[in-house]
């Protein structure tokens, strides 16, 4: 079964910190791999995407590396601000003829003054 | 302006009623989707379009039922609600290729009472 599990659950950092959050999946065959940020009561807006052949992948503070040998991403935030505060949500992509998602269920993130 | 508009954004219906979601798009794109979000569960699928002449169920469609009016507009409709559809509601549209970020609506929250 392709499911796709994201650690941590929750996390609280100071602003202006680094962190990471972390993705792991057992979907096949696999397609592309994506982060999501979802703030609260809004739809999820795309962060990254990355296909098999891309190891690292940036969009401003933001920093997602995968490694398909692994079955791992992770998404790396800088200088942390408020308004990072959010979920963040990893998507992997299988492809049989038609693309199949599989959502995680999210790491919710909360940025503290 | 939003690109993905869906209405209404906030509903609470009784048990047994009838209610249609709405979801219009201004992406210009073919593929549009239908998933709910439930705490503590990552979003599935609900029904798939990948033109108007193409509807397809996803993971979880029993009790619901889709119209694809036109390009630019997808409706998700609950027949008879029952309180375990009470959920977070999300339509988004894509390109028609592999590898391209969807795009998501604001949300629907549906309260099934």
């Known amino acids: 079964k392709n499911q796709v599990e994201q650690s941590p659950q929750s996390l609280i950092i100071l602003e202006g910190k680094n962190c990471t959050l972390q993705c792991n999946y057992t979907v096949s065959p696999f397609s592309n791999l994506r982060w999501y940020k979802q703030d609260t009561g809004r739809g999820p807006v795309s962060l990254t995407i990355?296909?098999?052949?891309?190891n690292t992948k940036s969009n401003g503070r933001y920093t997602a590396t995968l490694d398909a040998d692994t079955k791992q991403s992770s998404l790396h935030i800088t200088a942390s601000q408020l308004s990072d505060s959010a979920s963040y949500i990893c998507v992997v992509s299988a492809y049989f003829g038609n693309e199949k998602l599989t959502f995680g269920t999210g790491t919710r993130l909360t940025i503290i003054p | 302006d939003a690109d993905v508009t869906q209405t209404p954004r906030n509903r609470i219906t009784k048990t047994g009623k009838r209610i249609m979601l709405e979801c219009s798009q201004t992406?210009?794109?073919?593929?549009m989707y239908w998933y709910r979000q439930d705490p503590g569960l990552g979003l599935r699928l609900i029904y798939y379009s990948f033109d108007v002449k193409d509807i397809n169920k996803g993971e979880i469609s029993d009790g619901y039922s889709v119209s694809r009016q036109a390009q630019a507009k997808f409706s998700l409709s609950l027949e008879s609600a029952i309180p375990n559809q009470t959920a977070l509601y999300f339509c988004?549209?894509?390109?028609?290729?592999?590898?391209?970020?969807?795009?998501f609506g604001q949300g629907t929250r549906l309260t099934v009472v």
């Open positions: 988004a549209t894509s390109q028609d290729s592999v590898n391209t970020e969807a795009f």
């Open positions: 990355m296909t098999f052949s891309e």
């Open positions: 992406k210009g794109h073919d593929r």
